[in-house]
């Protein structure tokens, strides 16, 4: 999944892992470097951003809303914290990683 910016010019892409349990993908820059891997838990709502020695370099958390909406309503908020300030552009790519852990784990 190539992740664009408004004009088109593609920014990186999202590469999924073949077997995983917990969901798993890698976040690629425009230049093919690995920013990140993104590893989920198979039982939960936590996804962490992993980089190339393993070592954590921020987290996806789900921020529950409340029993009522969670049970009405199909909406989701999650939480993107990241360990540093990255530059802009690899902001952008953890953001789409974020969003894309939504899309392809939890919606249905």
Do not use: H
Request: charged residues 20%; negative net charge; contains cysteine.
């Amino acid at each position: 999944m190539d992740i664009c910016d408004a004009n088109g010019v593609v920014l990186g892409w999202l590469k999924s892992k073949l077997f995983t349990i917990g969901g798993a993908f890698y976040v690629y820059d425009s230049s093919g470097n690995e920013v990140a891997f993104v590893q989920g838990n198979w039982v939960g709502w936590t996804f962490k951003f992993l980089d190339r020695e393993q070592n954590e370099i921020g987290t996806i958390t789900k921020k529950w809303a409340g029993v009522g909406k969670e049970m009405f309503t199909s909406a989701d908020n999650y939480m993107i914290a990241l360990n540093d300030e990255p530059s802009p552009g690899k902001a952008i790519l953890m953001l789409a990683a974020g969003l894309a852990v939504d899309i392809i784990y939890k919606e249905k």
